[in-house]
């Protein structure tokens, strides 16, 4: 037989296996695998996509694993991939987790062996690469979580390899974790636009030489260091954003940065300290997380900010009444600070807002503007979640239905109720019928989320055990929850290429049935308080139950 028709045999045979047959093809029946050939080559669209767009898409996969799998789709894929300049070494995945390893004799000799094993891999891949690519490298990402002075010496080499194959990447971002850091005397980053110092021991010196070597610095990052108890930061007039991240011993911040954007600050201790950003005018972001900040000093810090657009206030346990008056702030965030009585917000343009307490401090707020909003309030004490009559309650919850009810729902806004395990949707509300618990999560949903991203939103991250919608006019949910739930496939097909193995809700889902709210025997309080609404909206309530799951469970609990 010709070589030519052996081949074509072998694809016959191929064909025949794809199809779920090996059995010879039945005569009278022919296939012209010539012209299926060119059919097929003439729709080959990926293969003729530019090289710049597969490196993007290339690059833009989350690991070697799924890259493979895309290169089965095209030889030249597979010839780019090789010639890929983006070059990513992670310890943990090449050669396994080592910290989990015995500090016995046989534990250390493992060690050792896989050391070496990682070096002679990312040695020869890093030739092989610069061989193949004329020298240039466009990201190198190391990532080493066990590292002994054998293997200082072969990441000096890579590093430099890297740096004198034109790497771009390394040059203007550069992230650097738990290592021992010398005085950076010499440095020369002059291309560095990024930098991310976390899990180090530095002090104030090392700091100038970093902040001398970077003069085109824009995002400087510090997280969970220690040693450094004064932060000053001058002459980087491109700097716009910093990050301090739980410092533990940091007493003072002095940035000198006109042009800052966004400044982070995270404080786990209770410990006095200086903040000083007076001459920070640009900035546009601002987020504290600080137990030992007092009105006072924040009144004349935010004073300083006339072009603020997000402010967010997280665990400011020493707050007790503060005006925010900022007539460009468009989101605010109020996260558990405990000790707020009254924020007096005067934000005409103000789109967005987030809140999470056990009070209502915020009733001088008018919601008329915002486009979406999220109330969660914590009960007070650790016992479970019930539903109350009790008089003192009542005037908090009038309140609250109150500012409910000043929202333009008919922008399209939709309110999102969640207790427990129990879920309510209002759709086109007109006018605001709160269940009294301790423990609310309340949503108003931005008009271009629709109702049916809406539901799987819901099902994806809360699992509910009932989902209800109250409505003025006739509901869509009935006919979505239909679509979505009750009809669904027994055996989705949804998550099969699901490389990380979490399956969706679809998978989670065991049953579906419609309450009867009428002649119902269910004596749960929460559906006693939906038919108690029947005379102020018309209801549908279904009730859901879901296979055992880490997720579920999870869900269950948030």
């Given at each position: 037989m010709s070589r030519s028709g052996s081949k074509k045999k072998r694809k016959r045979e191929d064909l025949?296996?794809?199809?779920?047959?090996?059995?010879?093809?039945?005569?009278?029946?022919?296939i012209d695998t010539e012209n299926m050939e060119q059919r097929a080559d003439s729709v080959d669209y990926i293969s003729q996509l530019p090289d710049h767009i597969i490196h993007q898409i290339i690059g833009r996969l989350r690991c070697n694993k799924d890259t493979a799998r895309a290169c089965i789709l095209s030889t030249r894929w597979r010839d780019i991939w090789i010639s890929f300049s983006s070059l990513v070494f992670d310890q943990r995945k090449i050669i396994g987790q080592l910290s989990g390893l015995k500090t016995s004799s046989e534990g250390q000799t493992r060690i050792q062996r896989n050391m070496e094993m990682f070096a002679n891999y990312v040695d020869e891949t890093l030739q092989r690469h610069v061989e193949l690519n004329d020298g240039r490298i466009q990201k190198f990402v190391l990532?080493?979580?066990?590292?002994?002075?054998?293997?200082?010496?072969?990441?000096?080499?890579?590093?430099?390899?890297?740096?004198?194959?034109?790497?771009?990447?390394?040059?203007?971002?550069?992230?650097?974790?738990?290592?021992?850091?010398?005085?950076?005397?010499?440095?020369?980053?002059?291309?560095?636009?990024?930098?991310?110092?976390?899990?180090?021991?530095?002090?104030?010196?090392?700091?100038?030489?970093?902040?001398?070597?970077?003069?085109?610095?824009?995002?400087?990052?510090?997280?969970?260091?220690?040693?450094?108890?004064?932060?000053?930061?001058?002459n980087l007039p491109k700097l716009k954003r910093i990050d301090l991240f739980t410092c533990s011993e940091l007493k003072e911040v002095n940035l000198q940065a006109p042009n800052l954007e966004t400044f982070w600050y995270v404080v786990v201790k209770y410990r006095s300290y200086k903040i000083d950003l007076s001459t920070c005018n640009a900035l546009k972001s601002l987020t504290l997380e600080d137990a030992t900040l007092k009105d006072e000093s924040f009144q004349n810090n935010l004073s300083c900010f006339p072009a603020l657009e997000k402010l967010v206030?997280?665990?400011?346990?020493?707050?007790?009444?503060?005006?925010?008056?900022?007539?460009?702030?468009?989101?605010?965030?109020?996260?558990?600070?405990?000790?707020?009585?009254?924020?007096?917000?005067?934000?005409?343009?103000?789109?967005?807002?987030?809140?999470?307490?056990?009070?209502?401090?915020?009733?001088?707020?008018?919601?008329?503007?915002?486009?979406?909003?999220?109330?969660?309030?914590?009960?007070?004490?650790?016992?479970?979640?019930?539903?109350?009559?009790?008089?003192?309650?009542?005037?908090?919850?009038?309140r609250l239905q109150g500012f409910l009810d000043k929202f333009d729902y008919s922008r399209g806004l939709k309110l999102v109720v969640r207790s427990d395990k129990n879920i309510v949707i209002y759709e086109r509300p007109k006018g605001i019928f709160l269940p009294q618990v301790y423990d609310l999560k309340l949503d108003v949903v931005k008009s271009s989320v629709n109702l049916e991203d809406l539901l799987d939103y819901i099902?994806?991250?809360?699992?509910?055990?009932?989902?209800?919608?109250?409505?003025?006019?006739?509901?869509?949910?009935?006919?979505?929850?239909?679509?979505?739930?009750?009809?669904?496939?027994?055996?989705?097909?949804?998550?099969?290429?699901?490389?990380?193995?979490?399956?969706?809700?679809?998978?989670?889902?065991?049953?579906?049935?419609?309450?009867?709210?009428?002649?119902?025997?269910?004596?749960?309080?929460?559906?006693?308080?939906?038919?108690?609404?029947?005379?102020?909206?018309?209801?549908?309530?279904?009730?859901?139950s879901w296979k055992h799951s880490k997720h579920v469970s999870q869900g269950l609990k948030g």
């Amino acid at each position: 037989m010709s070589r030519s028709g052996s081949k074509k045999k072998r694809k016959r045979e191929d064909l025949n296996i794809l199809s779920g047959s090996t059995r010879p093809r039945r005569e009278g029946i022919e296939i012209d695998t010539e012209n299926m050939e060119q059919r097929a080559d003439s729709v080959d669209y990926i293969s003729q996509l530019p090289d710049h767009i597969i490196h993007q898409i290339i690059g833009r996969l989350r690991c070697n694993k799924d890259t493979a799998r895309a290169c089965i789709l095209s030889t030249r894929w597979r010839d780019i991939w090789i010639s890929f300049s983006s070059l990513v070494f992670d310890q943990r995945k090449i050669i396994g987790q080592l910290s989990g390893l015995k500090t016995s004799s046989e534990g250390q000799t493992r060690i050792q062996r896989n050391m070496e094993m990682f070096a002679n891999y990312v040695d020869e891949t890093l030739q092989r690469h610069v061989e193949l690519n004329d020298g240039r490298i466009q990201k190198f990402v190391l990532h080493i979580t066990y590292c002994k002075s054998e293997l200082t010496t072969h990441v000096d080499q890579w590093i430099d390899l890297a740096i004198r194959n034109n790497i771009k990447e390394t040059i203007t971002a550069l992230r650097v974790n738990g290592c021992k850091l010398g005085p950076c005397n010499d440095l020369n980053l002059s291309n560095l636009q990024k930098l991310c110092l976390g899990k180090l021991r530095v002090n104030e010196q090392m700091i100038e030489n970093l902040i001398r070597a970077c003069p085109l610095l824009e995002d400087f990052r510090l997280i969970h260091a220690t040693g450094l108890k004064l932060f000053k930061v001058s002459n980087l007039p491109k700097l716009k954003r910093i990050d301090l991240f739980t410092c533990s011993e940091l007493k003072e911040v002095n940035l000198q940065a006109p042009n800052l954007e966004t400044f982070w600050y995270v404080v786990v201790k209770y410990r006095s300290y200086k903040i000083d950003l007076s001459t920070c005018n640009a900035l546009k972001s601002l987020t504290l997380e600080d137990a030992t900040l007092k009105d006072e000093s924040f009144q004349n810090n935010l004073s300083c900010f006339p072009a603020l657009e997000k402010l967010v206030l997280s665990k400011c346990n020493f707050l007790k009444n503060i005006t925010i008056s900022s007539y460009k702030l468009k989101t605010l965030i109020l996260r558990e600070c405990k000790q707020l009585e009254g924020a007096d917000i005067i934000s005409p343009n103000l789109l967005s807002f987030e809140y999470k307490g056990e009070k209502m401090p915020f009733t001088s707020l008018n919601p008329s503007s915002l486009k979406e909003a999220k109330l969660y309030f914590k009960p007070s004490g650790q016992g479970e979640p019930r539903l109350s009559n009790e008089d003192n309650h009542t005037p908090w919850f009038a309140r609250l239905q109150g500012f409910l009810d000043k929202f333009d729902y008919s922008r399209g806004l939709k309110l999102v109720v969640r207790s427990d395990k129990n879920i309510v949707i209002y759709e086109r509300p007109k006018g605001i019928f709160l269940p009294q618990v301790y423990d609310l999560k309340l949503d108003v949903v931005k008009s271009s989320v629709n109702l049916e991203d809406l539901l799987d939103y819901i099902l994806r991250t809360c699992f509910p055990l009932t989902l209800s919608s109250l409505s003025t006019s006739r509901s869509r949910l009935p006919k979505l929850v239909c679509k979505k739930l009750i009809t669904r496939e027994k055996d989705p097909s949804c998550c099969t290429y699901n490389a990380s193995g979490n399956k969706c809700w679809r998978h989670l889902l065991d049953n579906v049935e419609t309450e009867n709210l009428v002649n119902g025997k269910s004596k749960s309080e929460w559906i006693a308080w939906l038919r108690s609404s029947k005379s102020k909206f018309k209801i549908n309530c279904f009730r859901l139950s879901w296979k055992h799951s880490k997720h579920v469970s999870q869900g269950l609990k948030g």
